[in-house]
């Protein structure tokens, strides 16, 4: 059975709509094998003491739902969400703090899960409900369309991107760690990265989460405009790039003489190097500028994460075809 | 003519590089043939014949006259491996299996000396002139090529 771990980010809601998500995550028809708490709090305190919290510690106890409470590091949450991603589940379900999943919303969504599935998500609704009957979900249509899940879902479809909280499959796309701490458009960057690899994403019916809009605390909680605008202008350049294959060697001459030789395999490849006389591209630095984290191209770290044995040449493949 | 490759990057800790050959000396006394050295300003001299900071052109013309190369697990063995010329890897730390190739000799001593974990910077792993190959099984190595 696959391992499912829930993740929940939460800033500024200990007493407002946190209690209510865990109530619901507690009261799933699927239960997840795991809940962590990532708290990013200012001023993070120990809830144990809380009788409330006390009982929702017990009931996941009573459950056997391992659980766990961990203090983030402030750095934005799609800081959190890596950790997530990278725990070594086969599925992870973000829940926002304002997000009450209806009870059977997790198990909903883990039907639909396949080899070839990167991500599922139900509606995400906020009173009173907009008829978003004609959204594409395509990432070409962004500004153009409210996103799918705003509205009630009535078919399953698939969407290049999906918004809020979902179910997704974790370790095989890193999220963007040179967004600011905003994290403004990470969820879209993200799951649009999943489709990129040639995995689907679903919206399906009946999985409705109620999203309890909240404009006090908040893990997007900061409102210095620059930080949205920086974070906006990676995502745009995402999308100008969206029909190459961005190559970004930032490594050693022998990582590119050995890159050179799978480069006539790479379709539409925009390349970005340290050494162009060895595979010819633009800066390092600018990919830097446009990307925001380039790690997402560190054939070193990937092949840490994947717990390589075979040839660089052939983690290249991975990367990049 | 042989090519000798004995250097590869330069820690930033200034530590010698723990894939680094230490017997070069001792190998280029037992080798009858003509040798050039190539490497960058600032490495040490071990032949007459050491050629420094020779862009890729060159080192490929040289490939191309040369009988075969030395080198420890730097650019050059895939910069040879690019060029079609196989030649002699001399491994210690790294894996040939993931950073080597088929096609050249690997000379590795044991795979038990190999690095837990090959993905990381080379800073934090000692250098140990024990991980690496003697001489003479070089030589011997040479003498089949």
């Known amino acids: 059975m696959a391992k499912i771990l829930c993740s929940v980010a939460t800033r500024g809601r200990y007493f407002t709509t946190l209690p209510l998500v865990l109530n619901a995550i507690i009261n799933q028809t699927r239960l997840p094998d795991k809940l962590i708490i990532f708290d ?188 949205y605008h920086h974070d906006e202008q990676i995502f745009r350049n995402v999308l100008k790039f969206k029909d190459k294959t961005v190559v970004v060697l930032n490594g050693g001459l022998g990582d590119h003489i050995v890159f050179s030789k799978i480069l006539p395999e790479i379709k539409n490849p925009e390349l970005f190097t340290c050494y162009p006389e060895v595979v010819p591209g633009k800066s390092i630095a600018e990919a830097q500028h446009l990307f925001g984290d380039i790690d997402q191209w560190n054939v070193y770290k990937k092949m840490d994460l994947w717990k390589w044995k075979d040839s660089l040449e052939n983690a290249y493949r991975k990367l990049y075809l | 003519m042989i090519i000798i490759s004995p250097y590869t990057k330069k820690l930033i800790s200034g530590k010698q590089n723990p894939k680094n050959y230490p017997f070069w000396r001792e190998l280029i006394a037992l080798i009858d043939e003509p040798i050039i050295q190539i490497g960058i300003e600032g490495e040490e001299q071990l032949v007459p014949d050491f050629r420094k900071n020779l862009p890729l052109a060159e080192l490929i013309l040289l490939l191309k006259e040369c009988r075969t190369w030395v080198s420890c697990d730097s650019f050059f063995q895939h910069l040879a491996w690019s060029e079609g010329k196989p030649g002699i890897v001399l491994w210690s730390v790294s894996d040939p299996l993931i950073f080597g190739h088929p096609e050249n000799i690997n000379l590795l001593k044991s795979r038990n000396n190999l690095a837990k974990n090959q993905f990381l910077w080379w800073e934090f792993v000692p250098h140990d002139a024990e991980t690496f190959v003697f001489p003479t099984i070089v030589l011997e190595k040479l003498a089949c090529g």
């Open chain 1, 40 to 227: 990013d709090n200012d001023d993070p305190q120990d809830m144990r003491k809380e009788m409330l919290y006390t009982y929702f510690f017990q009931i996941l106890d009573i459950k056997g739902i391992q659980w766990e409470w961990l203090f983030a590091d402030k750095k934005g949450q799609h800081h959190i969400h890596q950790r997530a991603n990278s725990m070594g589940f086969e599925w992870v379900w973000r829940v926002d703090d304002d997000a009450i999943p209806e009870p059977s919303v997790l198990e909903r969504l883990f039907s639909y899960t396949a080899l070839n599935i990167g991500a599922i998500g139900g509606s995400i609704l906020t009173p009173p409900i907009p008829r978003i009957s004609a959204s594409t979900g395509r990432i070409t249509d962004i500004d153009i369309e409210n996103n799918i899940q705003w509205g009630e879902i009535r078919a399953q479809k698939e969407v290049e991107h999906l918004h809020c909280s979902f179910l997704y499959r974790a370790g095989v796309h890193d999220y963007n760690l040179g967004l600011s701490r905003v994290a403004h458009r990470e969820e879209t960057l993200f799951t649009y990265g999943l489709f990129r690899k040639g995995y689907k994403l679903l919206v399906v019916p009946n999985a409705n989460t109620w999203h309890f809009r909240n404009h006090e605390g908040g893990i997007r909680s900061e409102t210095k405009e620059e930080l």
